[in-house]
């Protein structure tokens, strides 16, 4: 797999380190609240697990699936829920736990959907942002980390399903998307 990577963009100690600081602030900012952290599957796993186990903040878990229709690799901004939450949000503090953002399409939708179901707050949490998201108008209140807007795998990102079992985050090498 070694010849499949390119560059290592975050270490594994890094995502750690990291997550540390992004939990003290949340912990702080939910204090006396009790948390619903929702995740979106399947790319958010491993921030999820990691960052959860890092909070003392009061929560609960659940998961939402959903897919972007549109052509190619870009995403449309016409999302279909393919797993739906199971648990009612009105009145709840909701965190979305998001692995990258990238056009923004996708998060910025779902914030709204869930926005429209009565929260009593809604924040996202993101391990990874490119510069692109800025364009968009949603408000990412965590971001662990700003990168360049290459396409990267490992902790939860795949590329074809393939490199999500990867500790790091890192840049696939042209030949393996045919580049
Ligand atoms: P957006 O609507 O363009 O922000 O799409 C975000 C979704 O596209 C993410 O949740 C990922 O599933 C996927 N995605 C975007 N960039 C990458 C990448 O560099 N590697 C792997 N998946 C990515
Ligand atoms: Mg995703």
Sequence with gaps: MGDDLEEVLVTA????ARLDELAAQIDADYA???????GVLRGAVM?????SRKLHTQLEMDW?????YGSGTRSSGVVRILKD???????????????IIDSGLTL???????????????EIATLLRKPEAKKVDVDVRYVAFDI???????????YAEKY?????????????YGG
């Design 164 to 176: 999500r079992h990867l500790p790091f985050v890192g840049t696939l090498a042209p030949h393996v």
């Design 85 to 99: 939450l199971d648990t009612d949000i009105h009145g709840r503090h909701v965190l979305i736990v998001e692995d």
């Design 108 to 122: 910025s939708w779902l914030a709204s959907n869930l926005r429209s179901r009565g929260p009593a707050s809604l």
């Design 64 to 68: 939402m699936a959903v897919s972007s």
């Design 32 to 38: 006396g609240k009790d948390l619903l952290l929702v």
């Design 47 to 51: 921030v999820m697990a990691d960052l």
């Design 13 to 16: 100690e890094q995502i750690d």
């Design 148 to 158: 360049p807007p290459a396409f990267v795998v490992g902790y939860g990102l795949d």
